[in-house]
């Protein structure tokens, strides 16, 4: 079983017209598979962000 490690990332987005941020652990392997704006993306739907 491998071991993946992890970078702390920040993203930023709205709710409910506020500005709101969030830092998430993302693997390295996710990251190297997703772009920026996918992984956003996700967050963005995970928190119930508003679309921009």
């Given at each position: 079983?491998?071991?993946?490690?992890h970078s702390k990332v920040t993203?930023?987005?709205?709710?409910?017209?506020?500005?709101?941020q969030k830092t998430v652990r993302i693997c390295n392997c996710?990251?190297?598979m997703m772009s920026d704006e996918e992984i956003l993306e996700q967050?963005?739907?995970?928190?119930g962000w508003d679309n921009e």
């Open positions: 079983m491998g071991v993946c490690s993203y930023y987005g709205r709710k409910n017209g506020k500005k709101v996710c990251g190297a967050v963005s739907k995970c928190l």
